[in-house]
């Protein structure tokens, strides 16, 4: 991964030294980015439409590009886009350039590699066994350190993406029949990823061995597909399935579904993330409402750090489900406190201190009635670096407040990710840097507490933590890495061979 790393105690000092760059709707990338999201159908004969709708369903989890391919029985075609969904995918003479009744397509949040078009998923490549298109959401531990072998084994890259390595990966290989050589590239990876691949003749979805990403596989009409989040097939009216097993690789053709388990079995980590953040709200994973499991956060909290207060306001629009299990077990009235501007994309910050005060302000802004005079709690997912939160404290009082009272429905996050969520090294990580009073003070709460760990599992419905035989993959909170860190250990400069190309996208 590629993060920022910049002390807590120098965010607003590089700021302010960052004059006039593209600023995120999210305040200066303090909050959990999204990862990707996959999707795939076979056999239908509105494949590219359908898959276009799924992606949509998925927007949340990458808004930086979208990209569809499909395959007519004779061709491949392909559209991959900068920006959301709707800017591409919504025109009809879009879809008509995607015929065929098998596609796939991909949302991409850029963990690994630059924004630019030569990244954006679907990737395609002719192979000796004809074409072959894959979008992954996820990130490899080693990819890097398999790029370099397959540069210096004579590798052309076009693209700075770990995916690629999967196509060098699977062209390399010389078994007689595909699915064998898909699954000797995936032997080859460590790391986190869920796939979908497409080839002349197949739709293909694979889990890592650990199930750290999802994949759902569901039905429409007797048409089988692929996604992330079940909330993709409640959009086009699919029916659930089932969930693709960890280790799993499944594939459909003409005559059925194949599953394959290439992998000895292991206890699953699915990421414990998709509950606290990044899976939306109405999506059901690993057999949880992801709705209902936020709720239980939000419970859990008021369990273990309730105070006084008048109204529970949550942090929108992710502190929500949180905060009304926190009104609800509390007993303490939920209100909207801050009102959120849905229309806000990218805005661009002037050079002058006081218009990027109101540029943070174009997001979030105080619900005067709901907070003025009253002692409020405030509840949000999680807390990255700290600044979101400080300047929203600030908000509240502002506005009235009396008291302002910050809780994260999730443990401190003491470690960096290197499974697909763009988190910065632990000396951009607030928790990793402060103790929680430094932290209450930086953010100018009267209190500040997170949720347990041992609660956090709780809320799961697990007996608690435990740390020999750990249920999800929590990393960022325990440093307990789920697989080999490859690339973290190697002492050799990243590969350079894409640093002379610069291309507009």
């Not at 802004?365 to 807390?383: F, T």
Request: hydrophobic share 40%; aromatic share 6%.
């Amino acid at each position: 991964m590629q993060n920022p790393s910049d002390p807590a105690g120098q965010l607003d000092l590089n700021l302010d030294l960052n004059l006039g760059i593209e600023l995120q709707d999210d305040l200066e990338g303090d909050t959990l980015r999204e990862e990707c999201g996959v999707f795939g159908i076979f056999g239908h004969p509105e494949a590219a439409a359908i898959t276009a709708l799924g992606l949509h369903a998925l927007q949340h989890r990458g808004q930086e590009a979208a990209g569809i391919v499909s395959f007519d029985g004779s061709r491949f075609h392909s559209e991959r886009r900068l920006g959301l969904v709707g800017d591409t995918f919504s025109r009809r003479e879009v879809i008509e350039r995607l015929p065929g009744s098998m596609a796939v397509g991909h949302v991409r949040y850029s963990t690994t590699g630059a924004t630019i078009l030569r990244n954006v998923q679907p990737l395609f490549a002719e192979l000796n066994a004809g074409g072959f298109a894959v979008g992954h959401n996820g990130n490899l531990t080693n990819g890097l350190t398999l790029r370099r072998e397959l540069v210096k084994g004579g590798a052309m890259m076009q693209s700075t993406t770990d995916t690629e390595v999967i196509l060098h990966l699977v062209a390399q290989s010389r078994r007689a029949r595909f699915v064998d050589r898909f699954i000797e590239a995936l032997k080859a990876l460590e790391g986190a990823y869920s796939l979908v691949a497409l080839t002349n003749k197949k739709l293909i979805g694979a889990r890592d061995p650990l199930g750290i990403r999802p994949l759902v596989l569901g039905d429409l009409d007797g048409h089988p597909i692929l996604t992330s989040e079940t909330c993709a097939l409640d959009m086009i009216g699919a029916k659930y399935v089932r969930d693709v097993d960890p280790g799993e690789i499944l594939v459909f053709d003409e005559e059925g579904a194949h599953s394959h388990k290439p992998f000895p079995p292991r206890p699953p980590r699915p990421c414990i993330f998709e509950y606290i953040y990044f899976s939306r709200p109405d999506s059901i994973v690993g057999g949880r409402s992801v709705y209902e499991v936020r709720k239980a956060f939000g419970a859990q909290l008021a369990r273990e750090s309730h105070v006084e207060v008048d109204v529970v306001v949550p942090v929108p629009d992710s502190g929500v489900p949180a905060a009304i299990g926190y009104s609800q077990y509390s007993g303490v009235p939920f209100e909207l406190g801050i009102i959120r501007n849905h229309y806000v994309g990218r805005t661009f910050i002037q050079p002058t201190q006081s218009v990027r005060e109101l540029g943070v302000r174009m997001k979030h802004s105080a619900n005067r009635a709901a907070i003025e005079g009253k002692r409020i709690i405030l509840i949000d997912d999680s807390l990255v670096r700290g600044t979101t939160s400080k300047k929203i404290v600030r908000m509240m009082r502002d506005a009235g407040a009396r008291e302002v009272h910050f809780r994260l429905a999730s443990p401190p996050i003491l470690y960096p990710d290197y499974y697909g969520i763009d988190l910065p090294d632990r000396g951009g990580l607030l928790a990793a840097t402060h103790s929680l009073e430094e932290m209450r003070d930086i953010i100018g709460a009267d209190s500040l507490a997170f949720l347990s760990i041992d609660g956090m599992y709780r809320a799961m419905g697990e007996p608690g933590w435990d740390p020999a035989n750990p249920k999800f993959s929590d990393h960022c909170f325990t440093g307990a890495y789920p697989t080999h860190l490859t690339d973290q250990t190697q002492v050799e400069p990243q590969p350079r061979q894409l640093s002379l190309l610069a291309e507009a996208s």
